[in-house]
T-cell receptor
């Protein structure tokens, strides 16, 4: 069955430190790939997406993600974290082109001042 | 521009009571509409999907139902709530661009 794994439930980093959030998917082909951020009690905001082409994609708020086909991964990175980045991050895939997302369980990011 | 509205923002309901959550989209026509649920300690799970008025696809068996009485209105319902229905419910729409857009969500607590 298709699935998305975010192995880190919680991550804590210091402000200014670099960040990498992991995402692996299980699917026979390359799906559409997304990263969303959710602030407490809020809906989801798209950070970036990958459909095809250049495997390093740039998003909003200084985030980037790299698609690695050999590892079925789509890890999210930021070189310098800001306190306002504290939120929950969700990786999602769309395997059918219908935007019926399969989400990972999310990674909650805490930023230390 | 397109916007999506969900209400209410929070809801506390007793077990066995009915439920109605509403989602409306503005600024687009014939969108695909989705209901997701985020239960405590779990990720977001797709509950229902609709490509048009009266066309509902249920993605998981459950105590809930969905209806789409108008093109841009999507309603999530239950006749009798269970404790396990508690969670954060998100409505989303897709209209031919390259992402789905999410509402602000409804926090449902069943007591």
């Amino acid at each position: 069955a298709q699935s998305v794994t975010q192995p880190d439930i919680h991550i804590t980093v210091s402000e200014g430190a670099s960040l990498e959030l992991r995402c692996n998917y299980s699917y026979g082909a390359t799906p559409y790939l997304f990263w969303y951020v959710q602030s407490p009690g809020q809906g989801l905001q798209l950070l970036l997406k990958y459909f095809s082409g250049d495997t390093l994609v740039q998003g909003i708020k200084g985030f980037e993600a790299e698609f690695k086909r050999s590892q079925s991964s789509f890890n999210l990175r930021k070189p310098s974290v800001h306190w306002s980045d504290a939120a929950e991050y969700f990786c999602a895939v769309d395997t059918s082109g219908t935007y019926k997302y399969i989400f990972g369980t999310g990674t909650r990011l805490k930023v230390l001042a | 521009s397109q916007t999506i509205h969900q209400w209410p923002a929070t809801l506390v309901q007793p077990v066995g009571s009915p439920l109605s959550l509403e989602c409306t989209v503005e600024g687009t026509s014939n969108p695909n509409l989705y209901w997701y649920r985020q239960a405590a300690g779990r990720g977001l799970q797709l509950l229902f999907y609709s490509v048009g008025i009266g066309q509902i696809s249920s993605e998981v068996p459950q105590n809930l139902s969905a209806s789409r009485p108008q093109d841009r209105q999507f309603i999530l319902s239950s006749k009798k709530l269970l404790l396990s229905d508690s969670g954060f419910y998100l409505c989303a729409w897709y209209g031919g661009n390259t992402e789905a857009f999410f509402g602000q969500g409804t926090r449902l607590t069943v007591v």
